[in-house]
């Protein structure tokens, strides 16, 4: 009886295997520039080796695991695939699934560092345009006076400085080591030329205190000063009652 199941079970794993599709899945290159499609072909064959025309589900994922796409092509036929703007540079992983059937592939997309400088008004707004973090050094020109910046800016994100300046036109010039933006007769205030970073609001480049705060809010942003105050006063009033005491002695 147990021969006979095992081998009814051999027999049943070998048709089943008989059956079964052949799949794989190929890019026709390597290396795919941002936003660009990505060409691909799924061979599927059936157990005689003949092509067989089916759809096919295929899966898109970065090796960061932070992006997945999902499509359906039709197979033996090669597909274009565009998996979005900005997609995040590095390896990605393609899963095709046919029934039971599975096949991988790898391809990479290639890093682009791009950025967007726009200055309006007194506000500089630096947009990272590219499919991977933006951390290069930024130079910043106010007339002859330069600073320079290196923010750290995700995929599709922002950041914004307010130009400061004592009143009056500047020209304003802003590059990294791809890009210029060039700007004249821009109107700035301020105490000092500088740059302020829009997280941080009201705070000057110096003292980092709000310059239009009065002394009362001063001190409640900094208790050090309080500390400093209440230490005054608690040694002039001993000064003062030292004093006194002496004085009565040599009464």
Do not use: C
């Amino acid at each position: 009886m147990k021969k006979t199941l095992t081998i009814l079970f051999i027999f049943t794993l070998f048709l089943s295997l008989a059956a079964a599709e052949k799949i794989s899945v190929e890019t026709i290159e390597e290396s795919y520039s941002p936003n660009k499609n990505i060409t691909i072909i799924v061979n599927l064959h059936d157990n005689s080796n003949k092509p067989l025309s089916d759809q096919v589900n295929l899966i898109f994922e970065n090796d960061a695991k932070t992006n997945s796409v999902e499509k359906t092509i039709n197979s033996n036929t090669i597909s274009e695939i565009y998996l979005g703007e900005n997609t995040p540079g590095g390896f990605w992983t393609i899963k095709a699934a046919y029934k039971k059937n599975e096949a991988t592939t790898n391809f990479q997309i290639e890093t682009s560092e791009e950025v967007k400088f726009e200055l309006n008004g007194d506000t500089l707004t630096i947009t990272n345009t590219g499919n991977t973090v933006y951390d290069e050094e930024i130079k910043i020109f106010i007339r002859e006076t330069f600073t320079s910046k290196k923010p750290v800016i995700k995929l599709g994100e922002s950041t914004s400085f307010r130009l400061i300046a004592p009143e009056g036109v500047y020209n304003i010039r802003v590059s990294d080591k791809n890009n210029l933006l060039t700007r004249e007769g821009v109107a700035l205030t301020g105490e000092v030329i500088g740059i302020l970073d829009e997280k941080l609001q009201g705070r000057t480049p110096i003292t980092g205190i709000n310059p239009n705060a009065n002394s009362s809010g001063i001190i409640k942003q900094n208790p050090l000063i309080y500390i400093f105050v209440l230490a005054v006063v608690g040694a002039a009033i001993l000064l003062t009652v030292e004093r006194y005491y002496r004085k009565k002695a040599e009464d």
